[in-house]
């Protein structure tokens, strides 16, 4: 809208902030989001609901039926208010890292995978294209943004990568000062909710003293839309981009009205056998169930303390385990604020299927000679 307005008035200089400024002050719009992944818990008591008010008409026994609804209306209800309480939680997270310099609140996610070549051509529709990832991590006392960009022949998108991410974004763009983390993120089982996440922080508050406390928030199934979300949404998922490092830059231009967005490009470096290094001083299986978690806490010692409830009792476990002599590390004297750090996931770049390179040869043709150059040397299966 504010190009919009520049062209239609070319001789009215004023800046994207201006323009907003007035554009909320003075005029009673506002826009929604579009909710594209709904609540599967909440579409499905909508339809009970529905259902049974519709055989209210058809069946006598209207009471039964009368108290169904009512019932599902109060699950619903409880539903919703579960969801709220971890926005209100993020909310006062970012209140309090504001005013407090030790301080800081964080959401993390990855984006939906971004594909190249990206081109306009018909075939891209049926053939396989490669995989780019993009690991947002959001500071909301800041509303800075970190964009870790890599692509699936540079590694994958398990605990290991998650780790790494969050371990370089840590010493490398969190301020020193900041001794207490709060961190919101999504339940996937597959990257953050699991045991070698859990042990990941406690390393990092117990062993390498990074941070002095960490707390882990996640949200109800359905109800996640963070603003890692809404950073999301400012990509143009259909700007043209022949190889990863074109997205890098359409990333960089996404974001105008506040400060840009800082792009890293990850190379296969980056990543690190978090889960193996662990498993020489943390147990190797988990005592608690992960799944039903909504919050943990780790602090200095061995316990970990976590909740199934937003506001319920905590519950602890120990993940310290004395190590065998067989399993201990070598023996190296480390100075104040040394750590070791684990192994290199990866030797090198990763191979894509055979079937995928195949299909990326096939669309190559449809771009700049550099990107040709570029697909030609993927190593494949």
């Given at each position: 809208?504010?190009?919009?307005?520049?062209?239609?008035?070319?001789n009215?200089?004023?800046?994207?902030?201006?323009y907003?400024q007035?554009?909320?002050?003075?005029?009673n719009?506002?826009?929604?989001?579009?909710?594209t992944?709904?609540?599967?818990a909440?579409?499905?008591?909508?339809?009970?609901?529905k259902n049974?008010?519709?055989?209210k008409?058809e069946?006598t026994?209207?009471?039964?039926?009368?108290?169904?609804?009512?019932?599902?209306?109060?699950e619903?209800?409880?539903?919703?208010?579960?969801?709220?309480?971890?926005?209100?939680?993020?909310?006062?997270?970012?209140?309090?890292?504001?005013?407090?310099?030790?301080?800081?609140?964080?959401?993390?996610?990855?984006a939906?995978?971004?594909?190249?070549?990206?081109?306009s051509?018909?075939?891209i529709?049926y053939?396989?294209?490669?995989?780019?990832?993009?690991?947002?991590?959001?500071?909301?006392?800041?509303?800075?943004s970190?964009f870790?960009?890599?692509?699936?022949?540079?590694g994958?998108?398990?605990?290991d990568?998650?780790?790494?991410?969050?371990?370089n974004?840590?010493?490398?763009h969190l301020?020193?000062?900041?001794?207490?983390?709060?961190?919101f993120?999504?339940?996937?089982s597959?990257?953050?909710?699991?045991?070698?996440?859990?042990?990941?922080?406690?390393n990092l508050?117990?062993?390498e003293?990074?941070l002095e406390?960490?707390v882990?928030?996640?949200?109800?199934r359905g109800?996640?839309?963070?603003?890692?979300?809404?950073?999301?949404?400012?990509?143009?998922?259909?700007s043209?981009?022949?190889?990863?490092?074109?997205?890098?830059q359409?990333?960089?231009?996404?974001?105008?009205?506040?400060t840009?967005?800082?792009?890293?490009n990850?190379?296969?470096?980056?990543?690190?056998?978090?889960?193996?290094?662990?498993?020489n001083?943390?147990?190797?299986?988990?005592?608690?169930?992960?799944?039903?978690?909504?919050?943990i806490?780790?602090?200095?010692?061995?316990?970990?303390?976590?909740?199934?409830?937003y506001?319920?009792a905590w519950?602890?476990?120990?993940?310290q385990?004395?190590?065998?002599?067989?399993?201990?590390?070598?023996?190296?004297?480390l100075?104040d604020?040394?750590?070791?750090?684990?192994?290199?996931s990866?030797?090198?770049?990763?191979?894509?299927?055979?079937?995928k390179?195949?299909d990326i040869?096939?669309?190559?043709?449809?771009?700049?000679?550099?990107?040709?150059?570029?697909?030609a040397?993927?190593?494949h299966?």
């Amino acid at each position: 809208m504010h190009t919009m307005f520049k062209e239609l008035h070319p001789n009215n200089k004023i800046s994207y902030e201006s323009y907003r400024q007035v554009f909320c002050r003075d005029f009673n719009i506002s826009f929604g989001y579009p909710r594209t992944d709904p609540c599967s818990a909440c579409d499905e008591f909508i339809v009970k609901i529905k259902n049974l008010e519709s055989g209210k008409l058809e069946n006598t026994e209207n009471l039964q039926i009368s108290m169904e609804i009512k019932r599902l209306t109060t699950e619903n209800t409880l539903h919703k208010k579960k969801a709220e309480m971890f926005y209100s939680r993020k909310k006062m997270a970012k209140k309090n890292s504001r005013k407090n310099s030790n301080t800081e609140a964080i959401c993390m996610d990855f984006a939906k995978n971004l594909q190249v070549p990206n081109i306009s051509t018909n075939y891209i529709y049926y053939k396989r294209q490669l995989s780019v990832y993009a690991f947002n991590v959001h500071v909301l006392s800041t509303s800075g943004s970190n964009f870790y960009v890599y692509s699936e022949s540079k590694g994958k998108k398990g605990p290991d990568n998650v780790c790494s991410l969050l371990h370089n974004f840590i010493y490398s763009h969190l301020d020193p000062e900041v001794k207490h983390l709060k961190i919101f993120c999504d339940s996937c089982s597959g990257q953050q909710k699991n045991f070698a996440f859990f042990r990941f922080l406690h390393n990092l508050v117990n062993n390498e003293k990074r941070l002095e406390s960490v707390v882990v928030t996640f949200p109800i199934r359905g109800h996640s839309y963070m603003e890692c979300d809404k950073n999301f949404g400012l990509v143009n998922k259909k700007s043209r981009a022949e190889v990863p490092e074109d997205w890098l830059q359409i990333l960089e231009d996404a974001r105008h009205s506040l400060t840009p967005f800082n792009v890293i490009n990850v190379n296969h470096t980056l990543f690190r056998s978090w889960t193996k290094f662990l498993d020489n001083s943390y147990p190797k299986k988990s005592s608690f169930p992960s799944r039903p978690i909504r919050e943990i806490n780790i602090q200095r010692g061995a316990l970990l303390q976590y909740r199934t409830t937003y506001n319920g009792a905590w519950e602890s476990a120990s993940l310290q385990v004395k190590r065998r002599k067989s399993s201990r590390l070598p023996v190296c004297h480390l100075k104040d604020n040394e750590f070791r750090l684990p192994e290199y996931s990866y030797e090198g770049q990763l191979p894509i299927s055979a079937e995928k390179f195949r299909d990326i040869q096939h669309l190559k043709k449809f771009c700049s000679r550099a990107a040709q150059e570029f697909f030609a040397n993927l190593p494949h299966q």
